[in-house]
């Protein structure tokens, strides 16, 4: 069983900053690709930023030069640094991991959400 959990949401004001953490727990041997979604009010959920084992990365337009994601393996946790923040950016942040559960078998898992919410 593998848990991610989400921390450093909260209410900010617009061009403020925040930075996102997730915690990666459980039975896991090694972690893939680490991401952060966004499911804004009313909205489906998409992909914010994206980071490979090897540190490679990619965001969504909407957030590049604004939003850094970055990773530390030894503790199995990755972070969004968000800078610049816009009403738009209002939305639940879920965290989702790919990781080794054997050496075999991995499987894909999602946090709770934390909630971002970008005043005017």
């Known amino acids: 069983q593998v848990q991610l959990v989400e921390s450093g949401g909260g209410l900010v004001q617009a061009g403020g900053s925040l930075r996102l953490s997730c915690a990666a727990s459980?039975?896991?041997?090694?972690?893939?690709?680490m991401a952060w979604y966004r499911q804004p009010p009313g909205k489906q959920r998409e992909l914010v930023a994206h980071i490979t084992s090897s540190d490679s990365t990619n965001y969504a337009d909407s957030v590049k030069g604004r939003f850094t994601i970055s990773r530390d393996n030894a503790k199995n946790t990755v972070y969004l640094q968000m800078n610049s923040l816009k009403s738009g950016d209002t939305a639940v942040y879920y965290c989702h991991a790919n990781a080794w559960i054997t050496r075999t078998t991995s499987g894909t898992y999602w946090g709770r959400g934390t909630q971002v919410t970008v005043s005017s």
């Open positions: 459980g039975s896991i041997l090694g972690i893939n690709t």
